[in-house]
């Protein structure tokens, strides 16, 4: 089973990607809203659409692939134009829920993150 991490803050996920950068395996990062207590809903519609048909998918994650959850915080910090996973050079985040094959340039946006044959493709790629 792949490994899984979460994180909550930009600077912390890049942190850890620059860890990991040696290890070259595939490594999977989901862009997602932050979840509310305690029904575990997202304030985010269409990630609350994607989120279990991504983990329907986590079966063809290889066993060596690193799949990361990073929560880009509550609607208004999201909608902040000065967010800083909307302003990072690196990142550059559009919408949510955002997949990304990390330094692969393969990204899956909004509605294309609930499609199980694009997950399909892009987790056996």
Known sequence: MAKQSVFYSLSDLKAYLASI???KRSTFILFTGNKDQPNEQS???DCNVADPVIKKCFQ???DDAEFITCFVG??????NPQNDFRTD????LKCIPT????KKNKVLKEDQCADEALLQMLFED
Not at 74 to 79: A, M, N
Not at 89 to 92: N, R, V
Request: glycine content about 0%.
């Open 21 to 23: 950068e040696s290890l």
């Open 43 to 45: 304030w985010c519609p």
């Open 60 to 62: 063809y994650l290889s």
């Open 74 to 79: 509550d609607r208004p910090t999201w909608k």
């Open 89 to 92: 050079k690196e990142i550059q």
């Open 99 to 102: 997949l990304i094959k990390w």
